[in-house]
């Protein structure tokens, strides 16, 4: 996968949507930043970066996806391959349902996905130089570079949605320590159940992540 980079941009995944749509760029391809000013977060906030935080988007193909992966969950794949990534230099990062990267009880960043035509945009932001307000930092000694290149390796073997999630699933019981945001109002994820999806049921809904 070709791999495209720039000292700054407003947000990777902006960009990278808007080249797409543009037909300038066709995937698979990504594009990773130094720096970011207006990276896009969960709920359309705005995500605060430093410069050499890990901050890239990648566009692939729908037809290059693993067959049973669930549309509405592309989000939770791809965010539990990067952390595999990261787990091997920091074992106390986890996902937080359905897109958070959190260590500790603190999040350190996130993965949001949009859908354009038949390709899908996958933008993930990581802090890994210093603090961000209430957000914490994965103090790892590698290039932001280095990681992409690692994580393009995984997502390249496109292992099966099935694989993944009996691997999440078995870490989503971290998750219910924490709240998530649904329609606007915060909802705690203690009672919640996983389903194989990767959707859950809270408060007697089915919830999807849609993000």
């Not at 902006?14 to 300038?24: F, M, N, R, V, W």
């Not at 990276?39 to 995500?47: A, E, L, M, P, Y």
């Not at 390709?119 to 209430?134: A, F, Q």
Request: proline residues 3%; hydrophobic residues 40%.
């Amino acid at each position: 996968m070709e791999i495209v980079s720039f000292d700054e941009l407003s947000s990777t995944q902006l960009y990278l949507i808007d080249k797409i749509k543009s037909k300038e760029y066709k995937p698979p391809i990504a594009i990773i930043a130094d720096n970011q000013t207006k990276g896009i977060g969960s709920r359309d906030n705005c995500w605060i970066a430093n410069k050499g935080d890990l901050l890239f988007s990648l566009a692939l193909k729908l037809d290059s996806l693993p067959l049973d992966l669930p549309l509405e969950s592309v989000s939770i794949y791809f965010a539990y391959l990067l952390k595999e990534v990261l787990y091997k230099y920091d074992k106390n990062i986890f996902l937080k349902w359905p897109n958070d990267f959190y260590v500790a009880d603190k999040k350190i960043g996130g993965c949001v996905t949009k859908l354009i035509d038949d390709t899908i945009i996958v933008g993930i932001g990581i802090n890994l130089v210093s603090k961000n307000g209430e957000f914490e930092y994965l103090d790892i000694d590698k290039k932001p570079q280095k990681l992409l290149e690692e994580f393009i390796d995984l997502v390249e073997k496109f292992p099966s949605w099935k694989y993944i999630f009996s691997k999440y699933q078995v870490e989503f019981n971290l998750s219910k320590n924490f709240y998530v945001h649904i329609n606007g109002e915060q909802k705690s994820l203690k009672s919640a159940i996983l389903y194989s999806d990767g959707s859950i049921e809270i408060d007697n809904k089915k919830v999807y992540s849609l993000r």
